[in-house]
Every structure is written in C-alpha cells, then in structure tokens.
C-alpha cells in the first residue's frame, strides 16, 4: 500500500490548482454544488474511441483528460468496479472475483445472479466504497447501479439507490440521474455513479470486432450525450469521471484448455472458468490434482494461491481458491459439458491485466480537469484518491496514488 500520508501532504496543493482551473470554469448556479459523476461503460477498451461510433465520448476525450488504466488481477467487472471506488486491489478489498466462496460464510456461493449474496454486507464490508466516506462526511450520494450499492456496507447505504436491472435502457439510466439532480437542494446528490453494461454484453457475444459491438458503442454515446445535453439545460458544470473495468479480448473454439484432459471428475471442482480458473481439490486428492496443474503447460500456468506471482497483489484473502490457473490471453479453460451447455463466446476478460486487449478507459471532463491532458497508462487503484479530492472527502487508506493523476488536474 502507497502511504495515504502523500495524499495528506498534497491536499493543499491539490486545492490550489483546483481554484486556479475553477477561475476559468462557468460557475454553477448559486446553491448548486459542482457535483462528481462516476460513469462506468463496462468492458469498454480505449481503443475503441477511434472506430468512429462514439463522437460524444471521443469529444470528451478531447477536450478533458484522457489515458488508459491497467485493471487489478483478475480482471473481472465485480473485483474492478469495487476496487474503482475503494482504491484497494482485490485481494484486499474481498471482491476476489465474480463468484467466490468465504469460509465465514459456509454454504453460500457469491455470484451476479444470486441477489441474497450480492446484497448481503458481509462480502463488502472489507473495505469502505467513496459513497460510505461520502455520507459520513454530509455529501450525499446517489448510486446509479454499481457493484456493492445496493448493500448497507458498514451499515451506511447511498442516499439514493436502485436495484440493478439489466433491462432498464441506457437513455432511462442517464435520466434517473440527472432526476436526482433536480432534487431540491437539500436533498440533491453531489457525488453520483452511472452504469452502462451493453458494451460488454456485446463484446462477449460477438466478440471485440463484431456489429454488436459497434451498435452498443453507439447506444451508449447517445446516452451519454443525452447526460451531457441535459447539464448543460440544467447549468451544471459537473466533473465527470468516465471510465471502464476492463478491456475484452477475442477468444475462439479453437483456442480451449480441457479441464477434462487434466483431471477425473472426482478429483475436485471448479468454481471460476474461463479467461481463468479457481479450483477446490477434493479431500484427499490435493496431491494429484497439484500433480496435474502445478507443472509447466504450454497455454496455461497454475499456482497454489500462496504462491501467485507478487506483482498480481492475489492469493492473500481467504476467498481466493486454493489454485488458481491463468491461461494466455484469448485461450479460455473450459469443460466439454460447459461448452455443451452454453456454448463459447466470441470475447471475454479475466485475463492478465497487463495484456494490452485488458486496457480500460479514463476520461476526466470538467472544471477540475486540465483540457487536452493525457495521462501516462497507470493503474485502477489511482482512481479513487481522485474521487476523494474532487468530493473533499477524506480517503481511507487505499493502494492508489493521487500523484499519477496530477497531469489531469487543471491549472
């Protein structure tokens, strides 16, 4: 962990450049408080801004702060949107992954589909989200779907919040929120979050490339467009903090690790597969089963959890697996009765975050943030401590570092 000590000693400094850039911002009307919206366009890669599908966002890029993120490990959409919003990896936070178990918690299995998990406190309360620190210090929030909102996390719930639905349309998403922005003043949010999924629904069904990417690419500019026209109306100056989880690689039939080649059935389980695996050996058989994955493999490399390279920051919490396989990028481990089941998609994420398919989105556009900056590729854990400061709320101790941001900030 980065000493939350250097966000301590910039403060002041932070503060100064922050009215410098305000001087040549418009101001908000009087009453109003320049509220901070995190928006998060799932499995949205940066590259994508250049196909020509997303001019609103790409005009944001522009004319604010824009750079690539590297996730934490894994780099999945549950661990990453925790880790956005608490600046803790997820071996810290206890997001370990999309479906997890915790021995504190016997006989239950945290998964997206499984509403008593995802609402239950006890798989969040390792770590304190910005809208906690938020409602504590007197600024009220307003979730617009995100991991961990809809759970009272250390007894504290945003404001406002909503019960994730997928079905609900980006363009009613966009206008809950800027509802709770035409709250009276006294109950109006002024940190807010906004969620879009539909990029990465498509990048897994079709793929990085396909038409159905580029069709959810442009359904979500439009509803970001219609954020963006609806502030102005409404003559809000706001610091918009856009950013994705992940990236999306393209996978293939051809490109399949069999568990079933490796092990017999009864040697154990696999709870995660895919862009990677978790698995519980069987009692009595963690020799075999160490015997078959703890050795070389051409696509592929298991660990032991206590023994995950360092430089992942994984294998410390008491939810990871007791073995953890991590394939190439763009190779999936699978079994056959999975792919009999559901079949393969054409992308996924999971991957080593440093591949470079893995990249995520930052954009940063508003008075705070300087026009035409670019950031220097750094990592998700940075993001938060930024939160922090454009909410004047003091962070908890975190992972990131406010200082490889400090080129977005405007002067």
Request: aromatic content about 8%; glycine content about 8%.
């Amino acid at each position: 962990m980065r000493s939350s000590i250097l966000d301590s000693a910039l403060a002041l400094v932070f503060a100064v450049l922050l009215l410098a850039g305000c001087a040549h911002a418009p101001e908000p009307p009087p009453g109003v408080r320049t509220p901070v919206i995190l928006i998060s366009i799932d499995g949205f890669h940066p590259d994508y801004l250049q196909r020509g599908r997303t001019p609103e966002l790409a005009r944001l890029a522009e004319e604010g702060a824009f750079g690539a993120m590297r996730p934490s490990f894994p780099s999945k959409t549950f661990p990453n949107h925790y880790t956005l919003v608490t600046g803790l990896r997820p071996d810290r936070h206890g997001i370990v992954d999309n479906t997890m178990e915790d021995p504190t918690i016997p006989g239950v299995t945290f998964r997206l589909s499984n509403r008593d998990a995802v609402t239950d406190p006890r798989w969040w309360n390792d770590a304190t989200p910005i809208w906690v620190s938020a409602e504590r210090a007197g600024v009220r929030s307003a979730t617009m779907f995100w991991p961990g909102s809809e759970a009272a996390i250390q007894g504290v719930r945003p404001s406002r919040w909503m019960v994730f639905d997928q079905s609900m349309p980006a363009d009613r998403r966009t206008d809950q929120v800027l509802a709770w922005l035409d709250l009276p003043k006294e109950e109006r949010p002024a940190f807010l979050t906004l969620y879009f999924d539909e990029v990465d629904t498509a990048g897994h069904v079709g793929g990085p490339n396909s038409a159905q990417l580029d069709e959810a690419l442009e359904r979500t500019d439009a509803a970001l467009g219609r954020l963006v026209a609806g502030l102005k109306a409404r003559g809000i100056a706001a610091d918009l903090v856009i950013v994705s989880d992940h990236g999306m690689a393209e996978v293939s039939a051809e490109r399949v690790i069999y568990v079933d080649d490796l092990l017999p059935p009864a040697a154990g389980r696999t709870l995660g597969l895919g862009a990677f695996m978790t698995y519980y050996p069987a009692p009595g058989r963690e020799a075999e089963v160490e015997a078959a994955l703890i050795r070389p493999h051409e696509r592929m490399q298991c660990w032991r959890k206590s023994e995950i390279p360092a430089h992942h920051h994984y294998g410390t919490h008491r939810r990871v697996a007791p073995i953890f396989c991590l394939p190439q990028t763009g190779w999936e481990i699978t079994t056959r009765a999975r792919i009999a089941g559901w079949g393969l998609s054409g992308g996924n994420h999971g991957f080593d975050p440093q591949s470079p398919e893995m990249r995520a989105l930052f954009i940063g556009h508003g008075p705070s943030f300087r026009a035409g900056a670019r950031v220097a590729e750094f990592d998700n854990v940075d993001v938060y401590p930024l939160l922090a400061r454009l909410l004047g709320v003091r962070p908890e101790p975190h992972d990131g570092d406010l200082d490889e941001l400090r080129a977005a900030f405007a002067r």
